[in-house]
């Protein structure tokens, strides 16, 4: 388990690993935190010529809230989990961390690594989607930001071109009245997800559910909306039975894989009992009595 | 013992050996770094079996930094078969026993996938492995042969051609005759039971370090092995060297639990011969791939099991045919089916018993004892056809246990089979109804029972309860010695064969000698693990270092004890009988100022001028050897509260309670350090860890990211309570604790679970998974509906 041979740049600005990118395209690979890249190096499962090292480059490691919350993609996992412009901001991140692995692991992995590696079982990918998060890539290009639900093509597959770099997570505020709510099951804690759900939503005057933005994770082949759950919730009053219809309504969107830790059946099962979970929490009391 | 009494004995002593391994100053394989060093590399089979049709390492050797590649050809009349560790055992039926031992290099076949084929010496492991890649093996794949039904097909592929079969062996054991149970009894259940047992994953994979130093024509091993002294004897066989000139050394080792016993692995042949080959010291860690593939695992029994029982609960007899997976080869021989044959009889009287088993080849990694060997198997066995006796009896299933238990004055107990160590199964001493009292009373039984389940049912939660018993055979043969010495500095050292894995020997062991000699046990080093340090002895396995080694100490050290009376009693002019030993001191009872240092008594012993007497040795020292006549046996019952969801299937274990006999207690704390540690590769065992071949042989579980070893988050508190049934067959009084731990959780989750769906369905399969769980709860309410 001892990785090929290959060449290495710590780059100390952005227009340093720009450089590596344009010049090497697919045979560079950028090293963020390195928890899902090292090892896969070691089990020589990829060989890139040449590793454009991020870590060097602090411009890409900042939390800023100004109207629009602003997280550098070099941000340390650990840190979104402590940041208390975060927790005011977007407590779903701040519910989803405990979640991401183990404490070591946060503590080199970076939010901009997760969400370009695109695992699909992932939680970052999923509470992007639910914050309707976008995603800002620089290249000598120029910049471009992308919708988080134009970034997430498939299993290890986003938007990025092999001369991008994602730099920045750009969160729009969370409206008055909005309720959040993050679920997962993983065989241990700290696990990849078998599945998951995050979402978000916000109740009008009338006490109806507005804007639904429920991400599902672990049961497809990359992070996605389910947008049957979404227009079912949309604009409907809450109830349990709202509930357990958008919860059946998130298997039309999905196509869970099976594995040796579950089946596609017992994840599409999950993520229904998930997202029903996730809603209940979301909507608490406006559930009334409905709850079971 | 009376000693008991003192202050070292059975007191919760801190261990000796913690400051040094928690601040990273232990010496393990990997700190052995020896100038000119080389770093060894295996190519291992992809696939889990085909023929070799050509090797061609041409472009791997033509590397830069590569210093030599050997295949099977180069190792000329080295290759040689491994030995066959455990013998057959000397049952009255064993219709088939075949001898198939691992290669150390695949010269025509590979077996399992990960079985090594080409050995890489190179300047440095990174190298190593990039010369793997240019190494190029024409393999002829051939049918895995995965599934040990399938393997006995008629014309299912065979693992070994010349066997002519896929059994390895085929045993029958008999108690009493099962024909006159059938006859008489009320109730027969009969089941299908599948217990699947997994991969040890040891925090620090195997590794070797060996240097062959041509000037001084001696050997150097650092090894991960739980038995030095076996390695070092077979080591200089093989060799063609003396056994003074190979040292083997098993320094500090991040745990064991019976794979790092097997001898001999490929590696452990081959970087020794290596090493003289090139006359420079070979480096070989093993990484945690090579480890899932290629280390020894225990996997799975099928057992289709009987139990003949009077109406009100007495069991009259058992039979069992169960077939047992041994993988690619059988170098262990039948130590593991044999003691899930013998360790389910359990703490109960089974007046008729009849169990067979066959061990089947398979092309999958090859099966050596882990944390229970095989006990695991035979305990799940028995626990399930207890319980489920007990519900179409109508019993509560802690009275059908009581009813059968062996009663206290019975023992010793024989069983009338024979078990791992040859020697018939027969119990020391026992005493099981204090401890299902006393887990009932920890678990709160009636209270759950009555109360408590309803309340939480009322809540929507479903909790369970489980309770269960077993028996461990520990300590068995053939012996261990020690030498004990004190030093002119008052300070003691004790060697001792056996090695250690994080077991807590250097206080144990040295409490053992504290308490015959007065000394603090922080004054008492004690060495493991090196052959310099002591020439004879097995190895630390079958739960028998405190046992056996144990008992050899505490000879050694009461030896020295008598000679510090003697020379005392001469030196102060008193009858021994009037002098104590405490504090470093030997005293005159009363007058502690007419006292002795036991360092100056040692300096005495030793004297530049003038003659030590006839018949006596110098210095102030003693070796001793002890062998058990026969095991001793342990004995426990756990119980635990679960909560299952029964949306998900997963669990959450609410309480957990061992109430454990091992005999005379040494140090509370290392036992209960033994217990928590057992019980959670139990609960791994249970509920998260599987190892998975799928139908070609591939393993799939060779990462920790999918073999899935529970870790604090999932391991719960533990309440530990001990009975003290001391052993009459060794001087101590000590039985065991290394496994039993992990025995008996399967069955107690199998139980819980059931419990806490009111037994709406039946658990006959080990380990679970939330989604099993979940298909069992659903299954059932579809069964319902």
């Not at chain 2, 066959?84 to 055992?89: E, G, R, S, T, Y």
């Not at chain 2, 059938?182 to 994953?201: K, M, N, Q």
């Not at chain 2, 944390?371 to 299933?397: K, N, P, S, T, W």
């Not at chain 2, 065992?685 to 899935?708: C, P, R």
Request: aromatic share 8%; hydrophobic share 45%; proline share 7%.
């Amino acid at each position: 388990m001892k990785p090929p041979p290959f060449e290495y740049v710590a780059a100390h600005s952005v227009e340093e690993a720009l450089d590596v990118l344009v010049t090497h395209g697919w045979d560079a690979k950028v090293l963020a935190g390195g928890q899902s890249l090292i090892p896969t190096l070691n089990f020589r499962l990829a060989a890139p010529a040449i590793l454009v090292d991020l870590n060097p480059v602090s411009e890409l490691a900042f939390i800023e809230a100004n109207g629009m919350l602003r997280i550098g993609a070099m941000t340390r996992q650990r840190t979104l989990e402590r940041d208390e412009t975060i927790a005011r901001l977007a407590p779903l991140i701040t519910a989803a961390m405990p979640h991401v692995a183990h404490p070591q692991i946060r503590t080199r992995g970076t939010i901009g690594g997760s969400l370009a590696h695109c695992d699909p079982a992932a939680e970052l990918p999923a509470v992007c989607l639910a914050l309707d998060a976008t995603l800002v890539a620089r290249s000598q290009r120029g910049e471009r930001a992308i919708p988080a639900r134009d970034f997430f093509f498939g299993l290890f597959s986003t938007a990025l071109e092999p001369d991008e770099l994602l730099t920045e997570i750009r969160i729009p505020p969370m409206p008055p009245n909005t309720r959040y709510a993050f679920r997962e099951v993983a065989r241990r804690h700290g696990d990849f997800a078998l599945a998951g759900v995050a979402l978000t939503l916000q109740l009008d005057e009338a006490g109806r559910i507005r804007a639904p933005r429920v991400a599902l994770f672990g049961v497809h082949d990359a992070a996605l909306l389910s947008e049957s759950a979404m227009r079912l919730l949309d604009g409907a009053a809450p109830s349990e039975a709202l509930v357990r219809e958008a919860a059946e309504a998130v298997a039309h969107d999905i196509e869970p894989s099976s594995d040796i830790h579950a089946s596609a059946a017992y994840r599409t099962h999950l993520a229904k009992v998930l997202t029903a979970r996730a809603l209940r929490d979301a909507l608490g009391d406006a559930l009334g009595h409905a709850t079971e | 013992m009376t000693a008991r009494e003192t202050r070292y004995f059975g007191k919760p002593v801190r261990r000796n050996e913690d400051p040094k391994l928690l601040t990273g100053r232990a010496l393990f394989v990997d700190d052995v770094d020896l100038p000119g060093m080389l770093h060894a590399a295996f190519y291992r089979s992809p696939y889990a079996h085909a023929r070799i049709r050509a090797i061609d390492v041409s472009a791997a050797k033509a590397m830069p930094g590569v210093v030599a590649v050997y295949t099977a050809e180069d190792l000329g009349d080295y290759w040689q078969p491994g030995p066959l560790l455990v013998p057959p055992p000397p049952v009255h039926k064993m219709p088939v026993f075949n001898k198939r031992t691992q290669v150390p290099l695949a010269k025509e076949k590979v077996r399992f996938v990960g079985e090594p084929i080409v050995l890489v010496v190179a300047e440095s492991r990174y190298i190593a492995e990039d010369a793997l890649e240019q190494i190029d093996v024409a393999f002829e794949p051939l049918p895995a042969v995965v599934d040990v039904e399938a393997a006995l097909a008629p014309d299912a592929p065979l693992v070994h051609e010349d066997a002519g079969t896929n059994i390895a062996a085929h045993v029958i054991q008999e108690k009493g005759n099962w024909e006159e149970a059938l006859a008489a009894a009320d109730v027969v259940i009969e089941r299908r039971f599948v217990y699947d047992h997994g991969h040890a994953a040891p925090m620090e994979t195997r590794g070797i370090v060996a240097h062959w130093d041509a000037r001084m024509q001696t050997l150097t091993v650092w090894d991960t092995t739980q038995a030095p002294i076996p390695i070092r004897n077979g080591l200089a066989g093989m060799l063609g060297l003396s056994e003074h000139q190979v040292r083997v050394i098993a320094p500090f080792i991040g745990g064991g639990f019976g794979p790092k016993i097997m001898m001999f692995y490929q590696e452990e042949v081959l970087i020794p011969w290596a090493s003289m080959q090139l006359a420079r010291p070979i480096k070989w860690i093993e990484d945690r791939r090579e480890n899932f593939l290629a280390m020894t695992q225990e996997r799975y029994q099928i057992h289709d099991a009987k139990i003949a029982l009077t109406r009100d609960g007495k069991i009259l007899g058992v039979w069992d045919s169960f077939l047992h997976d041994t993988g690619a080869y059988i170098p262990y021989g039948l130590t593991v089916p044999l003691n899930a044959q013998c360790t389910l009889l359990g703490p109960y009287v089974v007046p008729h018993y009849y169990s067979e088993f066959k061990a089947v080849f398979t092309t999958k990694a090859i099966v050596t004892p882990y944390r229970g060997a095989g006990r695991q198997h035979g305990v799940f066995v028995m626990e399930r056809l207890l319980d489920i006796a007990a519900r179409e009896l109508g019993l509560d299933r802690t009275e059908i246990r009581r009813k059968n238990f062996i009663p206290p004055d019975a023992f010793p107990w024989d069983n009338e089979i024979i078990y791992q160590d040859f020697a018939p199964l027969v119990y020391d001493s026992g005493n099981y109804e204090p401890a299902l009292d006393k887990a009932m009373e920890m678990i709160g039984y009636r209270r759950f029972l009555e109360e408590e389940k309803a309340r939480y049912r009322a809540e929507g939660r479903h909790v369970g309860l489980g309770i269960v018993a077993y028996v461990e055979g520990t300590g068995i043969g053939p012996y261990e010695g020690a030498r004990v010495q004190v030093q002119p500095n008052g300070k003691v050292i004790v060697a001792t064969g056996v090695g250690t894995q994080g077991q807590g020997h250097f206080t144990s062991f040295a409490q053992v000698v504290a308490e015959q000699l007065g000394v603090p046990v922080e004054d008492i080093t004690v060495v493991t693990g090196d052959t310099a340090e002591f020439h004879w002895g097995t190895g630390t396995f079958a739960s028998r270092g405190a046992v056996v080694a144990g008992s050899a100490i505490y000879e050694a050290a009461k030896a020295v004890r008598e000679k510090v009376l003697r020379m005392a009693s001469e030196e102060l002019e008193v009858s021994p009988d009037d002098l104590e030993l405490a504090d470093g001191n030997v005293f005159v009872r009363g007058a502690p100022d007419r006292a002795l240092r036991l360092g100056d008594l040692a300096i005495a012993a030793n004297p530049l001028r003038g003659a030590v007497a006839p018949d006596t040795e110098p210095g102030l020292e003693a070796t001793r050897y002890f062998g058990p006549p026969r095991g001793a046996t342990a004995s426990g019952v756990h119980a635990m509260l679960l909560e299952v969801d029964p949306e998900t299937g997963f669990v959450r274990i609410l309480k957990y309670v061992v109430v454990h006999d091992c005999g005379t207690v040494i140090n509370p704390l290392i036992v209960e350090g033994q217990i928590h540690g057992g019980v959670a590769q139990g609960i791994g065992n249970a509920f998260y860890e599987k190892i998975v071949y799928d139908e070609h042989g591939q393993l799939l579980t060779a990462s920790f990211m999918d073999y899935l070893v529970p870790t604090a988050m999932e391991v719960p508190p533990m309440e530990v309570a001990h009975v003290e049934t001391p052993s009459p067959w060794n001087p101590l009084g000590a039985k065991g604790v290394g496994e039993a731990g992990a025995i008996p959780v399967g069955p107690l989750f199998a139980q819980a679970l059931e419990d806490a769906f009111d037994n709406a369905f039946e658990v006959t399969e080990i380990p679970l998974s939330p989604q099993q769980v979940w298909a069992l709860v659903h299954g059932s309410k579809e069964k319902q509906s």
